[in-house]
């Protein structure tokens, strides 16, 4: 031991230990963007799950894990999983058999849609899913049932970068880089992202880059543990980020930081820009964000004067009503400067699901086919039809996004089968999207756990846990990877794929649906995506078992995959110019009030993942952070009265909930943040404004307009 102890390790030297009688099985974590690769040790003979190792090979993580990866295992023997299809009878889910649950289903589709039409069908999914299962989501959707309304979770995660990255480059993929080339950078700009909480193996990266002498500017309301370690904090008021960046640009331009030689060459727009952020002074905009004009200067002159940079960001800056500005405004800082195309250059969202990138790409959104297809295009839809050898008019139209789907509940859509996602708790304005729910004439729901949303199903199918599956998914850097499963299904519960081929067999439509094996569907989704932006035509699973994970596009056998794009600076335009586009500074949809005179925030926290559902299953993770809090500055605290650790009860125009205080001074003192990964009386998204981002469909999950009450005086009153 103490010579294992003694010996400096590299992370070459680290291998999983093999043991008599075990299997590790090579995977990847189940939870962020960030994908590391993990082994899942297994008893051989009962194939019982037993415990994780970090994966030394797989280079994103290189041999760590964060809190959430190391426990993810657990859910595999966990005595909450669903082990068989529950049925509503007298007001109770009981227990039934697949054959009972899977003709329950297909009755009522059938009948539904013969009294409404196809469309009334609605399909909700969710990008915690394999790429195999996101695709044939869609392809389900649109030739199993015949319904348009079909869209997914990921509608309220990276809609906004995607438009964004859209408008501005042509193409939608997470990283313009590979996680690598942040080493390189002389200059990270983070915005909106808690990085260290939320893609905790990013911060080696992080680290790398300083520790090469990179500047780190963070821009973020809370003093998080990612901004902790910036050279410039910039605390932004929320919702203020097209007008701070605006302010960036005002200054570069002035101090002639701009490579006009790159303008020129490759970008359209400028003069523009340039016109409208003359009004963006520093004096100006330090009024709209509350970050000092000294810090906008120093930030834009450090970002400015650096040869490589990249701009980064998450849903701090997405979430908001217009948040595609936001993200085309950042994108302006490389664009403005060229800083792309190159090692160390570049710009990058967060990916926020462990296939968040994937999931985006391949048709579960309701306005797309597989490959980025758009579903409107003539062309596109020819090919696909082709692909899935149905005829054209076959293929229905764009249906509703995610949240205008839920508000349809009950009117435009009587049926919805729901999988991989928990929108009782992660929908903005929650109460509201409980009735919504409630007024289905038939409510399906797939997990593998009973969640708040599962309780209001009419049946509830039980799905497998990712480790007992193979397949593939995309992550933050636009690396295609491999997942490999366990050959067990516990009790009755199937894989999602599985399932839904066997419903639509049963729908009369299986002839479409085929498959003996993950990889199967694989192959098809290959040809799908051929000649699209997003093409993984070259991509084999063979190819991901001897590469470490290939990036897209990767359009030929022989094609090894683009990690960096735009390395020729063409873009994905016909003219092969970017695009600057210049954005007023237009504030959050909901403004403070008299009545409600405090902004409130949400977000994450590092032992947590999204509606909870499955962490907080996970006493491990559960003992850390038990309940959410409500964090706010001292003097916000002393203006009400409240004492840490007392109850508070925050309020907006929609709802309210009750909350322990933490009083910290890590937070703006006009808001607070309460992090989303409770449910019922414990959801913040019953304070949540339900404004939608026009372009993407988000809602502006990151600002609205709450007031506080001290809960005993609200005692005090109510007897008084
Ligand atoms: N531990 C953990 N990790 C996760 C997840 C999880 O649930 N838990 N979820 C995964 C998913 S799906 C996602 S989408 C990502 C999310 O990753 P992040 O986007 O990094 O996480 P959030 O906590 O939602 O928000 C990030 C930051 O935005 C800041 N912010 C709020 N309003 C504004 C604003 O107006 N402007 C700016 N500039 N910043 C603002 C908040 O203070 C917060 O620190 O994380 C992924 N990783
Ligand atoms: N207030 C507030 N609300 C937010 C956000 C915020 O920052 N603030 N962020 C938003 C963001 S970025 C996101 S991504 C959404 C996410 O919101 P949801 O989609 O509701 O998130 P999850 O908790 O991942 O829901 C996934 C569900 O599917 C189950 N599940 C997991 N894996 C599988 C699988 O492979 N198959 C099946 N069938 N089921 C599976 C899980 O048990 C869980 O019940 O929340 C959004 N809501
Ligand atoms: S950083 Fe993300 S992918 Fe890696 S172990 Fe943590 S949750 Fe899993
Ligand atoms: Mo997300």
Redesign the pocket.
Known sequence: MGHAQNREYSQRDYHAIERDGEDLISTHC?FCGMQCGMNIRVKTETKEVIGVEPRYDFPMNGGRLCPKGVAAYRQAEHGERLLSPLIRKNGELVKASWDEAMELIVSKIQEVQAQYGKDAVGVYS????TNE?CYLMGKFARIGLGTKNIDY??R??MSSASFGFNQSVGIDRGSTNPWSDIKSADVLLLAGSNTAECHPLSMPYIWGARDNGAKLIVIDPRQTKTALVADIHLDIRPGTDVALANGLLHVMIEEDLVDYDFINKHTTGFEKLKELVKKYTPEYVSEITGVSAEKIVSAARIFGQSKNGMAMFA?GVE?HATGTDAVSTYVNLCLVTGKIGRKGSGFATFT??GN?QGGREHGQKTDQLPGFRKITDPKAREYIAGVWGVDESEIPGPGLSAFEMLQALGSEIKLLIL?????I????SVAHVGDYLKSLDFFVA????L?E??ELADVVLP?T??VEDDGTTTNVEGRVLRLRGIDRTPGESRR?WEIICDLAERLGRGKYFKYDKPEDIFNELRVASKGGIADYYGITYEKLDNMQGVFWPCPTEESEGMPRLFEDLKFNFPDGKARILAFEHKGPNEKISEEYPIFLS???VVYH??????TRRIESLLNFCPDPYVEMHPNLAKKYNIGNGEMVKLSSARGSIEVVAKITKIIREDMVFVP?HWGKTLA??HL?NPALEPNSKIPE??VCAVKIEKKAEIVGVKHG
């Open positions: 189940c969710g990008s915690s899913m299962k979770n990921g309220y995660c849903r979430q926020g699901q968040g999988a991989c996602s928990n929108p708790v992660s929908s903005p797939i997990d593998m756990f969640s949303s599962c799905s846990v990712w999602d949400t977000g994450r993942y999204l509606s909870g559902n499955q989303y913040i998204n949540t999950f990151k």
